[in-house]
């Protein structure tokens, strides 16, 4: 069985599937709600561990209470261990309220204010531990920090979820073996991104990009995948359900195009469903 380790932001995410957006001052009436534990890391790893592999997620948790408690029951049903990084009693895991429309099957994201957690507890045995791959998601930048010589230090796969362009975007890319990233992560365009990734010494990286598909570069070989042609009910979490698809068949295989198919595969199958799990149990 492969293990992955996965660093990243916890969220509570609270759900709204609409038929269309409400205009500006509008109201609608939602189809349906939830409250759904989210983040990319998290999200990954719970698709890593539905996928048949071994996924540690370590994320704060902070205080106790009810959101806590959702969370951790939550991935404790699917099978990831959870470590708790978070020193802080006050620290609370943020709520992000998500609307989807099922007209369109996009969404709009509103992430809480709260910042990553500061006061940390030592994460240095978890990277003794004998994973296959380590997923970075650009959150919880003080605990990368912290143990920024451990994770150079990791002698297998690194992988960045870049979702966004952050000031300290740079910082992750580094610490990367195989960056897959998001079109928005493009601040300086396709060439731009790829002219980095040289200057790096990063020889393979993807590039997701909704309904156009992806494209992926390998050493000296390059190419595009087509999207998977399915009737988009919610896209919310189908790129950490990417990730986390592509890790296990990484790990399984080591082949870098393969993973990106299998993952485009299981992410479009995602986004027939609302939410991040019920595609799991069809």
Same mark, same amino acid.
């Given at each position: 069985?492969?293990?992955?380790?996965?660093?990243?932001?916890?969220?509570?995410?609270?759900?709204?599937?609409?038929?269309?957006? #409400?205009? #500006?001052?509008?109201?609608?009436?939602?189809?349906?709600?939830?409250? !759904?534990?989210?983040?990319?890391? *998290?999200?990954?790893?719970?698709?890593?561990?539905? &996928?048949?592999?071994?996924?540690?997620?370590?994320?704060? @948790?902070?205080? #106790?209470?009810?959101?806590?408690?959702?969370?951790?029951?939550?991935?404790?049903?699917?099978?990831?261990? *959870?470590?708790?990084?978070?020193?802080?009693?006050?620290?609370?895991? #943020?709520?992000?309220?998500?609307?989807?429309?099922?007209?369109?099957?996009?969404?709009?994201?509103?992430?809480?204010?709260?910042?990553?957690?500061?006061?940390?507890?030592?994460?240095?045995? &978890?990277?003794?531990?004998?994973?296959?791959?380590?997923?970075?998601?650009?959150?919880?930048?003080?605990?990368?920090?912290?143990?920024?010589?451990?994770?150079?230090?990791?002698?297998?796969?690194?992988?960045?979820?870049?979702?966004?362009?952050?000031?300290?975007?740079?910082?992750?890319?580094? &610490?990367?073996?195989?960056?897959?990233?998001?079109?928005?992560? *493009?601040?300086?365009?396709?060439?731009?991104?790829?002219?980095?990734?040289?200057? @790096?010494? *990063?020889?393979?990286?993807?590039?997701?990009?909704?309904?156009?598909?992806?494209?992926?570069?390998?050493?000296?070989?390059?190419? $595009?995948?087509?999207?998977?042609?399915?009737?988009?009910?919610?896209?919310?979490?189908?790129?950490?359900?990417?990730?986390?698809?592509?890790?296990?068949?990484?790990?399984?295989?080591?082949?870098?195009?393969?993973?990106?198919?299998?993952?485009?595969? !299981?992410?479009?199958?995602?986004? $027939?469903?609302?939410?991040?799990?019920?595609? @799991?149990?069809?």
């Amino acid at each position: 069985m492969s293990r992955a380790l996965f660093i990243g932001r916890s969220v509570l995410d609270v759900t709204a599937l609409v038929e269309d957006f #409400p205009g #500006p001052d509008g109201k609608t009436k939602a189809l349906s709600n939830d409250l !759904i534990p989210g983040g990319s890391s *998290l999200n990954a790893a719970v698709t890593f561990a539905h &996928l048949g592999g071994d996924a540690t997620l370590a994320s704060s @948790m902070g205080a #106790p209470g009810l959101v806590r408690d959702f969370v951790t029951d939550d991935l404790n049903a699917h099978g990831v261990d *959870l470590r708790d990084i978070c020193a802080d009693p006050d620290y609370i895991i #943020p709520l992000s309220t998500v609307v989807s429309t099922r007209s369109l099957g996009t969404r709009m994201i509103v992430n809480d204010a709260q910042d990553d957690c500061a006061r940390l507890k030592n994460g240095a045995d &978890l990277f003794a531990s004998d994973f296959d791959l380590i997923q970075l998601d650009q959150y919880e930048r003080p605990f990368v920090e912290q143990h920024y010589d451990d994770i150079r230090a990791f002698d297998r796969p690194v992988i960045l979820d870049g979702g966004g362009w952050k000031d300290w975007s740079p910082d992750f890319l580094r &610490l990367a073996y195989i960056p897959v990233v998001s079109e928005v992560f *493009l601040v300086k365009g396709r060439r731009g991104f790829a002219e980095m990734c040289a200057e @790096m010494g *990063l020889s393979r990286w993807a590039i997701t990009r909704g309904t156009n598909g992806l494209i992926w570069k390998d050493g000296d070989t390059s190419g $595009e995948i087509p999207a998977v042609s399915v009737t988009a009910v919610d896209t919310m979490g189908a790129g950490d359900i990417f990730h986390g698809a592509f890790c296990h068949a990484f790990t399984a295989t080591g082949n870098f195009v393969e993973a990106l198919n299998s993952a485009n595969r !299981i992410a479009a199958i995602s986004c $027939e469903t609302a939410g991040t799990r019920i595609w @799991m149990h069809g």
